[in-house]
């Protein structure tokens, strides 16, 4: 451990300095140019797609593909003040379960725009040459899309700003469709538009959200970028918690340096890209990346079995007071509960996914979550749920029935969410429901019990699945089981042990409801 008092502020002039407690760059970032600009510098971008793109220049490889990042947000902000004061660099710290730190300062981000300082300048760089991708990890509620009919919500106050005429725009489409305009207008070949957020077919809805947008301003540019530009899909995997104050202390008393915004992460890394692009790409075959031509069993693994049991353990841990991910894993019980969902409903719905053993796939993410140095939140799991749901377990539910699959515990996960969205915990304490639409997920499961299906009744969120007997009647069971025996009991009882032992008090707590 160094001496706290001797850290060294994160800043290139100090690259050498530093290199003598931390590995730094081996690669002159001078003279670099940003092929690639990103729409949502946060955690996850930062552990991932620019780890790889310094990985690649480490090599000596990819120099005309260093990153520009991008925020639009006003809480961008704060990110566009660090990444200017450290000249885009940030230290990177993969936390291994044996508590071994990995620390190394990333030097790929070169530059990083804040579009409302100046939007313009924003478009103009992305509309030059140079700038030959643009990426993306803005959220899965980020691409304002209808959670069950997949429509672009043109409605959206942001959206319609950007789309009134003469506008100058500040969403992510807006800016986008505006470069890719004067690209056409120009000659300059269009850049790749890749999605690497947690959505399956993450380039498909990305293809369809952008040319839907392009579409309410422009309908001949809508078609000019439906056929020419690639919107690779991709599938991301990496559990990168927020960076909290004592990350910062780590990485001060661990590596002596004073990074203002560091990321901490697993270190697992995955990253499958479909190998599409419009104008060239950087040579990720050099990386860690797998490039292959179809994307979707590797998505369609991930997002249901790793993104799908995050759900199926947050709400269920938070109610059986559980705040750090590690430990809720680390309960035989929560842990036997993700692995029957897994295996019973979200395995079957899987296609054969190529060089991977699914058994030891599934064994790994509980590994993975019981990980003790990541300390991931069960709040930052619980977050955005209404995004979550039904993007990563619905589909799930709807494909076991439409085979006569078993669905109990996928209706208990959505149940734990009703019940967690209560907002009050077992113990009668207060829950801060985190959602774009709080109000609306708290009023729905407000209802119950005098309206048991109040939460369900939202078509919105969960389509039809309110007329379908056999999942209605699991998630009845789930209900009435959080509520008369809690969460810890209902797990038991869904898994089969010592069933009758725990019928009469369900029955005493129901009737005494
Ligand atoms: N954190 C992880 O473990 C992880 C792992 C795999 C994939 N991802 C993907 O990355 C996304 C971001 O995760 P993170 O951990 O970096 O979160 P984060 O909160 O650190 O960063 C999110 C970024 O997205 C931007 N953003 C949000 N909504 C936006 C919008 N409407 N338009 C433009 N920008 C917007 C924010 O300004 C911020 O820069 C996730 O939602 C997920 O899709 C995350
Ligand atoms: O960040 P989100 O919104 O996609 O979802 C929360 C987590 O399930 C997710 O971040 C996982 O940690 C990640 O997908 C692991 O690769």
New binding site residues.
Partial sequence: MTDSRTTIALRPQNLTALSATVTVPAYDRTGLTAGIMHFGVGG?HRAHQALMIDDLLNQGLAREWAICGVGVLPTDAHMRDVMHAQDGLYTLVEKHADGHLEGRVIGSIIDYMFAPDDVEAVIERMASPAVRIVSLTV??GGYNIHPVTGAFDLANPDVAADLLPGSVPATAFGITVEALRRRRDRGITPFTVMSCD?LQNNGEVAHRTFVAFANAKDPKLAAWIDTEVAFPNCM?????PGTTDADRALVADTFGVTDEWPVVCEPFFQWVLQDTFTDGRPPLEESRTQLVADVEPYELMKLRL??AS?QGLCYFAHLMGYRLVHEAAGDPLIAEFLLAYMNREGTPTLKPVPGIDLEAYKAELIERFSNPSVRDTVA??CN?SSD?IPKWLLPVVNDQLATGGHVELSAAIVASWARYAEGVDEQGEPIEVCDRITERVMANAAGYPADKHSFLRDRDLFGSLIDNEIFVSEYDRAMDLLHGVGARRTLEILLGHDTDAYAAPVAENLGTR
């Fill in positions: 996850f959220t899965e947690n991301v995997d990496r559990i990168t790793l993104n995050h930052r799991l955005e979550r």
